[in-house]
């Protein structure tokens, strides 16, 4: 029996937990070998060094890529990129796998894509076909037409890639892996862990277990770049106005990402909040059980969009960032205004009509991509379909 190869490139805190029962099951499959590659921001401490969670988690770790620039801004991310085309392409070379696999949508992704189609190697794209804002829908949409094999999310994800010509034999909806952890937690939802005892992180000691608490993770917009720390600081004045217990996470790398953090430091600093306690990162279990024990989520990451759409937590999404996203009834939407941003939280938190969707899986995808990736023939040519 032939064992394929499969290597699979995490370049970025979020995406492990994207990924992260796929991952399992490739390595548990007969038919598969699971080669995993570590790079980008996944790598660096003040991003929530992903690499002991997903060493802790049992993985084997065959390659780390060194590949961030500092800067955080659009021309550092166009360097990290072209670094990360030439160090992967070496990976690769080195490891050569049957099949590469590229996640979602993050700005240093389509290095992934790059390196591996290059080289005539077989390209599976998770997460293609869906909608979002910034440089993230351009890469996302670039990382579609140089796949192969496309394992999308959501039934109009799939629409997408069809009307961009890719092969409908090519193209899967296998759900999200990060619902299969958030159904597990659904069984099972009790915040079992004291997040400050364990994490760490920096701040006050809030006052959580009897007021309850709201989480908050904000991430710069990378064509919205140099309004980032203004953006943030509406935000931070809204929470702390509120004064509800809060857990404030630190953005990803992306251009404006250190306007973003300069104004959580100067405000912590200045204003020394007592509502707010803030972290780099957890591991993925932990954060889920944190949100769905929360009022509200509130920020823009794209876990409001899909793990609590699926948790049916009350979510604030402000900004341009997840723009047109396809998104369950918890969600509602502010413009970077503290007023505005207070009456929506206030409005989420008294919500008594969430309900719980499956627009993003039913906890069952990764199983469904190991065994896609088991039974399909793999292929570096494609054409166009029309």
Known sequence: MSIKKICVVVTARPSYSRIKTALTAIKNHPKLELQLVIA????????????????????????????????????????????????????????QPDAVVTIADRFETIATSIAASYQNI?????????????????????????????????????????????????????????????????????LDFDPIEKYGGVGANVNWKEKGYIVVMQHPVTTEYASARK????TLQAV??????????????DAGSDGTSNGIRTFRE??????????????????????????CLIGNSSAGIRECSYLGVPVVNIGSRQNRRQRGNNVLNSTYDKSEIIKAIKNRI?????????????????????????????????????
């Open 231 to 234: 953006d943030v600081e509406q």
């Open 40 to 95: 980008g921001s996944a790598l660096l401490g003040r991003y929530g060094n992903a690499v002991d969670f997903i060493e802790n988690d049992g993985f084997k770790i065959d390659e780390k890529v060194f590949m961030v620039l500092e800067g955080e801004n659009p021309t550092s991310m166009a360097k990290t990129t072209g670094l990360g085309v030439m160090e992967l392409a070496n990976v690769f070379y080195r490891l």
């Open 270 to 295: 200045i204003k020394k909040p007592e509502n707010i306690h803030f972290f780099k990162n957890m591991e993925p279990k932990d954060f889920l059980k944190l949100l769905v024990n929360s009022k």
């Open 122 to 190: 077989p390209l599976i794209h998770i997460q293609g076909g869906e909608v979002t804002g910034n440089i993230d829908e351009k890469v996302r949409h670039a990382n579609t037409k140089l796949a192969d094999l496309h394992l999308v999310a959501s039934e109009e994800a799939k629409e997408r890639v069809l009307k961009m010509g890719e092969n409908p034999a090519t193209v899967f909806n296998t759900g999200c892996p990060s619902i299969d952890l958030a159904s597990e937690i659904k069984q099972n939802p009790n």
């Open 350 to 386: 008294s919500s008594k009509n969430i309900t719980s969707s499956t627009i993003y899986g039913d906890g069952k995808s990764g199983e469904r991509i190991a065994n896609i990736l088991a039974e399909t023939t793999l292929s570096f040519h494609k054409t166009i379909t029309y």
């Open 240 to 253: 702390h106005e509120l004064d509800i217990p809060t857990f404030w996470f630190w953005p990803n790398v």
